[in-house]
């Protein structure tokens, strides 16, 4: 199968390593990105991988992708709790979204316990590190191999 899967990181990950490491683990951005890029190279699709900080430049990422992407993952981060104007973004994505934490969100704060995106993606992966982007790639695959 041939195309592009995009990955798109929201506010702070950037700092995946330093931030916060007990919660989100010492493996970096780019760490993360080299595993999309191998996982996604089994499934013979390649990765456009963005992050960042602004809300409006995911909502205009998303909407540059939304139809020719094979697929999107996303980790909003903390926009995940907050943004309908990327909820709505999402909903008009063609191909599979899986939305994507690598904490337990539902073992922490309360306020990390409901995304705003989750109803708009096919698939939520939470709490298994940073190899939860690499089962939502192969699970884009398999989705985009199934439509
Ligand atoms: C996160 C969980 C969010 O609640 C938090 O704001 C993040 C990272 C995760 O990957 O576990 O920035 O999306």
Do not use: K
């Amino acid at each position: 199968m041939a195309g592009t899967v995009v990955v798109l990181n929201g506010p702070n990950l950037n700092l995946l390593g330093e931030r916060e490491p007990e919660v989100y683990g010492r493996e970096t951005l780019a760490d993360v990105e080299a595993l999309c890029r191998t996982t996604a190279a089994e499934a013979g699709l390649e990765v456009d991988f963005r992050q960042s900080n602004h809300e409006g430049d995911l909502v205009d990422a998303v909407q540059e992708v939304r139809r020719s992407a094979v697929g999107l993952v996303v980790n909003a981060g903390a926009l995940t709790h907050t943004s309908v104007a990327l909820r709505d973004a999402l909903a008009t994505v063609v191909g599979p979204v899986v939305e994507v934490h690598i904490s337990n969100v539902h073992a922490r704060e309360e306020f990390r316990h409901h995304s705003y995106l989750s109803a708009v993606s096919d698939a939520v992966i939470v709490g298994c590190g940073v190899q939860g982007y690499a089962f939502a790639i192969a699970r884009v695959a398999t989705v985009a191999r199934e439509r």
